[in-house]
Nanobody, 120 residues
Framework: QVQLVESGGGLVQPGGSLRLSCAAS????????MGWYRQAPGKQRELVAV???????NYADSVKGRFTISRDNAKNTVYLQMNSLKPEDTAVYYC??????????????WGQGTQVTVSS
């Protein structure tokens, strides 16, 4: 089995920063794209940022210039550095990874989600 475990969410004031982490565990052969999605109450889940195995990145327009995605392949971990946070960034943030594990085909995996609340 593969598990994605997120950490780093919490409550922060507008203009503040948070860093999310997501570590993949299990017998993993390869990790391809890794990304972060978010879902606010009453809204659909949306892509925030994605990073390829070659470290190419793509961001939602709403977070460009404020968020930075990175990964540590040796640790099977992806990060999301969030700066200049706004109340509209409030959501549950989910980690996603495209993984090939031992004895199974390549598949998408999701973390359990971590709450980010931006409020004064």
């Amino acid at each position: 089995q593969v598990q994605l475990v997120e950490s780093g969410g919490g409550l922060v004031q507008p203009g503040g920063s948070l860093r999310l982490s997501c570590a993949a565990s299990g017998i993993i052969l390869s990790i391809y794209n890794m990304g972060w999605y978010r879902q606010a109450p009453g809204k659909q889940r949306e892509l925030v940022a994605v990073i390829s195995s070659g470290r190419s990145t793509n961001y939602a327009d709403s977070v460009k210039g404020r968020f930075t995605i990175s990964r540590d392949n040796a640790k099977n971990t992806v990060y999301l550095q969030m700066n200049s946070l706004k109340p509209e960034d409030t959501a549950v943030y989910y980690c996603n990874a495209d993984i090939r594990r031992l004895g199974a085909p390549r598949a998408d995996y999701w973390g359990q989600g971590t709450q980010v609340t931006v409020s004064s």
